[in-house]
């Protein structure tokens, strides 16, 4: 990584802690003045500017999270470099139990206000109030990560990292792309599973409830079933790439957010299964796939980063 990447990373990773309105002024500021210092610490050397002077430097200079504290007053829960995470995860978490409970409750029919108030009760002692034990996992997250930073401070010293790898490597990515094409496999041909475990000898009903409606396999399944299949070539470019590039990441945005399209339909067009009950499972866990999806696609749209000068000035 050359000493603009290395900057790059460290400012990336300081201003995603910030609130939106405030990181794109900050990156600015704070660019600047990473720029200027490690420059000055280069002629102070007698040496060229490279990237093991501007690691050095931001080693010293902070971590990431001790430098986006100073910007903001964060909240206190476990370190002070954590607290907003803390928050931000705690509400993700419970929107997300809270959403799926609404949507288990309320996929039966409601005929009358008895059933709609029932169902909401059901929600709200089922889901709602169980759901709290998940702050507390956090709490408990939080304080071994803090306990683990300090006990061991060396293995938590920052290091850059290039904004484009691929999380894992190529070897995770390929491991994907298998697992990707045994579940393509089950996804087109579902009764397979029953074969193999009962070699052929299943009770009809079992098959019954693994096979696709008609009017699913004519209508949504062709289109399905090919947003699907492309993932395959896209992640074979992936992989020869050996990182993501702005295309990649916008071809694989268009792929979800269509797929996402695709099985939103489905869900709300018709029976996709035989059976009810596979029906009902089949289109809970395509709404948490939609759900998990566009979830994502938002956290990557909140978490880019444009330094601004125009606005830094401004400020």
């Known amino acids: 990584m050359n000493t603009n990447d ?33 420059q000055a610490k280069a002629e102070e050397m007698e040496r060229p500017l490279d990237a093991e002077i501007v690691i050095e430097f931001l080693q010293g200079f902070g971590h990431p999270n001790e430098v986006a504290a100073r910007y903001q007053p964060v909240v206190t829960i476990i370190d002070p470099s954590d607290g907003n995470k803390f928050l931000r995860l705690s509400i993700i ?34 889901t709602v109030i169980p759901s709290f034990w998940w702050p507390g996992v956090l709490v408990v997250s939080f304080g071994m990560a803090s306990w683990a930073r300090q006990r061991r401070p060396m293995q938590s010293k920052w290091k850059p990292r290039a904004p ?10 390929a491991l994907g792309l298998v697992a990707m094409l045994c579940g393509i496999y089950l996804l087109i041909n579902p009764t397979w599973i029953l074969d193999v475990v009962w070699s052929g000898k299943a009770a009809p009903a079992a098959y019954t409830a693994l096979t696709y409606t008609d009017t699913f ?16 070539p896209f992640f074979f ?18 792929l979800s957010l269509l797929t996402c399209a695709v099985m939103t339909w489905t869900i709300v067009d018709g029976a996709i299964m035989m059976s009810p009950a596979s029906d009902s499972t089949a289109k809970f866990f395509m709404g948490v796939i939609v759900a998990f999806s566009l979830l994502t696609i938002l956290v990557q749209f909140l978490r880019q980063v444009k330094p601004s000068p125009s606005q830094g000035l401004q400020a």
Request: glycine share 8%.
């Open 6 to 38: 290395v900057i790059t990373s460290y400012v990336n990773e300081v201003v995603l802690q910030l609130p939106r309105k405030q990181r794109n002024d900050v990156a600015f500021e704070l660019r600047a003045l990473l720029l200027e210092e490690c």
């Open 93 to 126: 978490g419970l929107l997300l139990i809270w959403g799926l409970g609404l949507l288990a409750n309320f996929s039966q029919p409601i005929n009358s206000s008895t059933d709609f108030i029932r169902a909401l009760s059901s929600w709200w002692g089922k």
């Open 164 to 173: 484009d790898q691929i999380a894992g490597g190529r070897a995770a990515m």
């Open 217 to 232: 396999l004519q209508r949504q399944a062709p289109y399905l079933f090919t947003l699907v299949l492309l993932n395959i």
């Open 237 to 254: 470019s992936v992989i020869i790439q050996g990182h993501w590039t702005n295309t990649l990441r916008r071809i694989e945005t268009g």
